[in-house]
């Protein structure tokens, strides 16, 4: 399922790459490259986004964003995560 107007309160997560984040980063996003996250699971991220928090991931044009959000709602419990559809290039 992709981000729609009930996840205003959401985390953003970005799965780019470092050098990606210079093209710009949602503003207060948690940064997390898709590889680090796939090979480190849930303890990639801060200790403060559970599996209930709501969390919008957000890549390039949409496809890692895909990825992240099925490993994490498959592996590690987060039924809130959502996909930033068409990615940060639509948006």
Do not use: I, K, M, Y
């Amino acid at each position: 399922a992709g981000f729609d107007q009930h996840d205003a309160d959401a985390v953003f997560l970005d799965v780019r790459e470092p050098e990606e984040w210079s093209n710009g980063v949602v503003a207060g996003a948690v940064t997390v490259p898709l590889g680090q996250l796939e090979r480190d699971g849930a303890a990639a991220l801060p200790a403060e986004l559970t599996p209930s928090a709501p969390l919008v991931v957000v890549c390039a044009g949409g496809v890692r964003s895909l990825r992240a959000v099925r490993f994490l709602r498959e592996r590690h419990g987060f039924r809130a995560a959502r996909s930033l559809r068409g990615g940060l290039r639509r948006w």
